[in-house]
Nanobody, 124 residues
């Protein structure tokens, strides 16, 4: 099992930036690590993910060009750099992993291990 601890959330104005961090420990041979968000009253949605072996990335269309997923060389911390934040980016952001290979890494229901989340509030 993998343990995931997010940090870096907070309040920011429209157009601002935040970088979220996720410290990963335990089972590190996962297939994909991703950031999933849940806005108040809405379903979860995966916003970005990165494959463990080849570091392929995928993004939700709504965040392309604004969010960047990356990780450190030790592969123990994954980041989500968020720029040009919009009101609709307000959500709790979770770091999560998929253990087995999947053709649909942007489907949030595929994720099996989750952190507790970090809240992001974007205000005007």
């Amino acid at each position: 099992q993998v343990q995931l601890v997010e940090s870096g959330g907070g309040s920011v104005e429209v157009g601002g930036s935040l970088t979220l961090s996720c410290v990963v420990s335990g089972f590190l041979d996962y297939y994909v690590i991703g950031w999933i968000r849940q806005a108040p009253g809405k379903e979860h949605e995966a916003v970005a993910c990165l494959t463990n072996a080849h570091e392929f990335t995928h993004y939700l269309d709504a965040v392309k060009g604004r969010f960047t997923i990356s990780r450190d060389m030790a592969k123990t911390t994954v980041f989500l750099k968020m720029t040009d934040l919009k009101l609709e980016d307000t959500a709790t952001y979770y770091c999560a992993t998929i253990a087995q290979a999947t053709a649909t890494p942007m489907r949030y229901s595929r994720y099996t291990d989750w952190g507790r989340g970090t809240p992001v509030t974007v205000s005007s």
